[in-house]
């Protein structure tokens, strides 16, 4: 499984950014597919996850600001941030588990100044 994230940048605290990953390769019975994110300093940490029926999961410090959805048929995700604000800057990673094994993308950097 390949997968390939688009659609960091800066921004301002407050404004929106949309994340995209389209996953190739060998992407049928791919279960869950997310974000995680690492800012510098810190530990990589869940952002947000959608499994093949829609479910979703947030960490906690996103939740009602950023949405994931998925279109299975295009085979990507993707993660709407809006309200952004400084702490929310890090590298995302677009994560994907097939048959129990995961897989990532390369990051792509999400700079939110204040």
């Known amino acids: 499984v390949q997968l390939q994230a688009c659609g960091g940048g800066l921004v301002q605290a407050g404004g929106s950014l949309r994340l995209s990953c389209a996953a190739s390769?060998?992407?049928?019975?791919?279960?869950?597919m997310g974000w995680h994110r690492q800012a510098p300093g810190k530990q990589r940490e869940l952002v947000a996850t959608?499994?093949?029926?829609?479910?979703?999961r947030y960490a906690d410090s996103v939740k009602g600001r950023f949405t994931i959805s998925r279109d299975n048929a295009k085979n990507t995700v993707y993660l709407q941030m809006n309200s952004l604000k400084p702490e929310d800057t890090a590298v995302y990673y677009c994560?994907?588990?097939?048959?129990?094994?995961?897989?990532w993308g390369e990051g792509t950097l999400v700079t939110v100044s204040s």
């Open positions: 390769g060998r992407i049928f019975s791919i279960n869950a």
């Open positions: 959608i499994t093949s029926s829609g479910s979703t």
């Open positions: 994560a994907a588990n097939r048959q129990n094994k995961d897989y």
